[in-house]
């Protein structure tokens, strides 16, 4: 298991950029994966992006070219960073941990931030 604490979101003026973070309480090496999801309002949660363990990030076509997943392992925190904003990219956004621990898949999520975009 692991514990997530994300930061940032807020309000932001479409087209501006905001960065979302999310600290763990374990090495980042030893979790499978990490990701982004967001959920809007009436709209199921979706991938927006995820980077493995070896550091390889994959995006949801919506947010390519405009957000990036990068990590900090000697934080334990990863960050995404969202430019040119979209009205479309208001959500809560959510930090998802997946791995396993003592032989036991799990997927853990944080508390969610809000994002709302404005025109």
């Known amino acids: 298991q692991v514990q997530l604490v994300e930061s940032g979101g807020g309000l932001v003026h479409a087209g501006g950029s905001t960065t979302l973070s999310c600290t763990t309480s374990r090495s980042l090496f030893s979790i499978r994966a990490m990701a982004w999801y967001r959920q809007a309002p009436g709209r199921q949660r979706e991938l927006v992006a995820n980077i493995s363990s070896g550091g390889t990030t994959t995006y949801a076509d919506s947010v390519k070219g405009r957000f990036t997943l990068s990590r900090e392992v000697m934080k334990n925190t990863v960050h995404l960073e969202m430019n040119s904003l979209k009205l479309e990219d208001t959500a809560v956004y959510y930090c998802?941990?997946?791995?396993?621990?003592?032989?036991?898949?799990?997927?853990?999520w944080g508390q969610g931030t809000q994002v709302t975009v404005s025109p």
């Open positions: 998802n941990a997946v791995g396993t621990y003592l032989q036991r898949e799990y997927s853990n």
